[in-house]
């Protein structure tokens, strides 16, 4: 009789120490600032989420910044989409997608005070990985030249008017395969990198 309560206590133990209820994955804890691209003045009040994209649940955060536009907030360790909405916005000024491992991770968003729309990113050499400058994108009537790290933005308009679902973006360098492909004209600011193969 007592060694059958003291298997029972022992099993019970073990179903309770690997009870589906416990964080798989240790926190991350997104922190940074929101400002504004048009002045770089802060952002107070804007909304800031978190959701796992990945199917190991429904974990999100959300937070709002404070009056010099910081924000905090923890979520367990994943693959996320992260959103930043102006004051009262129902529609999101910024949304991208970051790998958020345990610990802090810092990152600013900056955002359009009157819906203007900027895609940035970096053009990225597929060998080595470094940033590709000189680069020139193309993309809704837009031109960009990348930077000596490989940066871009194009302002897209305030909204973007999009004539059809996807346009062309296309990637020129001398020294590198040019690139064409279709994407849909984003209707928040975003980021989007892209890699060349060399010739």
């Known amino acids: 009789m007592t060694r059958t309560l003291l298997v029972a206590l022992a099993l019970a133990l073990i ?8 964080p ?21 009040n804007a909304r800031v989420t978190a959701l796992l994209i990945q199917a190991r649940g429904s974990a999100q955060g959300e937070a709002r910044t404070d009056s010099e536009g910081r924000y905090s907030l ?4 994943g693959q996320y989409s992260v959103a930043v909405f102006a004051p009262g916005a ?11 491992g345990p610990g802090p991770n810092t990152v ?17 050499d597929v060998v ?19 930077a000596a790290d490989g940066a871009y933005a194009l302002h897209l308009g305030c909204p973007p008017r999009p004539t059809a679902v996807s346009e062309p973006i296309t990637i020129e360098h001398a020294n590198y395969q ?9 209707t928040y600011s975003t980021t989007s990198d892209t890699v060349l193969q060399p010739r």
Do not use: K
Request: aromatic share 8%.
């Open 178 to 186: 040019r690139r064409e492909y279709l994407i849909g004209v984003p």
């Open 15 to 22: 179903a309770c120490r690997n009870s589906p209820t416990e």
């Open 128 to 146: 080595s990985h470094a940033g590709v400058s000189g680069a020139t994108i193309t993309f809704f009537g837009q031109r960009a030249v990348s």
């Open 90 to 100: 129902e529609r999101a000024a910024f949304i991208d997608q970051y790998d958020l």
């Open 74 to 77: 923890s979520v367990p360790g």
């Open 24 to 44: 798989q994955f240790p926190d991350a804890v997104l922190t940074g600032r929101v400002t504004f691209i048009d002045t770089g003045a802060p952002v107070a």
């Open 108 to 124: 600013n968003f900056q955002i359009s005070a009157n819906g203007c729309v900027t895609m940035s990113g970096r053009v990225i």
